[in-house]
């Protein structure tokens, strides 16, 4: 298995990256190869080349890609669907012809139907209309899922498709405009607690429901299925569990302190009413993730406190 080979881990600077990277290091992994943007554009297929021509890694975690919650999808729908083909395309591809033993393809719960049956198995992939606000993003991810498969069948390639479900942890993005609701919601409830402000504002009607995973718990589980997974299926990793992004909101309000109103703005989208994952494939392979909520993102701020901190010092 792996802990010889060179691993490659395409986005280390990302949420899931920068996790994969301290999940690697802290299990003594030494041969990582890592790339910044800067030194390897991977929406470039001359630049991905020359890197799998000269590098020749052994095994590859993608977890490069373009991110963001609903209201990033939403406006950036070129983006979101033309950079992740061709960042997935360039490194899958490569990877195949450069001889990767095993590469890893990262993609979301948000390639399954809107109305999917939940919790969603792996078997709704395509069985019904997708969220108009991320089907760029999704089908992008599909495409991914579905090369994934065809090299396997047509070249015998080892790459294995692993859908998590909404993730957070240290390393997300804070960005208001581009970031997912754990993150915006942690930072829009500090900095009110802060000013002792007298409300928060949260998207949408609070009704829907998502499901969070901490992302060091993805890490680990996507080493566990490096090792113990070899199937042209996806599959699913989650907590198990959801909660509206009404009970997140209070949630984050205790963490961080605020004792003011939470007033809900309809004007903005809901999304997909509902996404728990059905993670008992995974779990019949002998994995199950282990950091709760609350301890999550109690977690989760001291590492955004740490960060303002630094960012002051
Ligand atoms: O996390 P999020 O942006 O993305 O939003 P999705 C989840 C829910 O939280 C939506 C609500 O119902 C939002 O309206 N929400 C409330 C907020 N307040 C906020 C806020 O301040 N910021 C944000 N961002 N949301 C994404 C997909 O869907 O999930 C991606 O767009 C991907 O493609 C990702 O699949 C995991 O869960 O709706």
């Given at each position: 298995m792996y802990p010889e080979g060179l691993v490659y881990v395409a986005g280390h600077r990302g949420l899931v990256g920068g996790a994969l990277v301290r999940k690697l290091q802290a299990d003594g992994y030494q041969r990582l190869l890592l790339r910044e943007r800067g030194e390897l554009d991977l929406t470039r297929q001359n630049e991905v080349e020359a890197f799998f021509a000269a590098?020749?890694?052994?095994?590859?975690?993608?977890?490069?890609a373009r991110v963001g919650g609903i209201h990033a999808n939403d406006s950036y729908p070129a983006d979101f669907l033309r950079d992740n083909l061709q960042i997935q395309t360039n490194v899958i591809d490569a990877a195949q012809r450069h001889g990767v033993r095993k590469l890893m393809f990262l993609g979301s719960?948000?390639?399954?139907?809107?109305?999917?049956?939940?919790?969603?198995?792996?078997?709704?992939?395509?069985?019904g209309p997708l969220e108009p606000t991320n089907q760029w993003y999704a089908i992008a991810k599909i495409a991914g899922i579905k090369l994934c498969q065809a090299l396997r069948r047509q070249?015998?390639?080892?790459a294995i498709s692993v859908m998590p479900t909404n993730l957070y942890g240290?390393?997300?993005?804070?960005?208001l405009e581009t970031s997912h609701v754990l993150p915006a919601l942690m930072r829009k409830f500090h900095e009110a607690a802060q000013a002792e402000a007298p409300e928060v504002v949260v998207w949408g009607s609070g009704t829907p429901r998502r499901e969070f995973l901490h992302v060091d718990d993805l890490a680990d589980a996507c080493l566990f299925l490096m090792r113990h997974y070899e199937d042209e299926e996806p599959i699913n990793v989650g907590w198990g569990q959801d909660a509206t992004i009404r009970e997140l909101a209070y949630l984050m309000a205790d963490v961080t302190g605020f004792e003011g109103r939470i007033v809900f703005d309809e004007t903005k989208p809901d999304g997909t009413p509902r996404k728990l994952l059905d993670t008992s494939k995974l779990e019949a392979l002998g994995w199950t993730p282990r950091i709760p909520l609350r301890a999550g993102i109690e977690e989760t701020y001291r590492w955004y406190l740490a960060s303002l901190q630094g960012l002051r010092d």
């Open positions: 590098e020749r890694p052994d095994y590859v975690f993608l977890a490069a719960s948000c390639i399954y139907p809107r109305l999917a049956p939940q919790p969603m198995p792996e078997e709704s992939l395509l069985t070249h015998g390639f080892d240290p390393g997300d993005n804070f960005d």
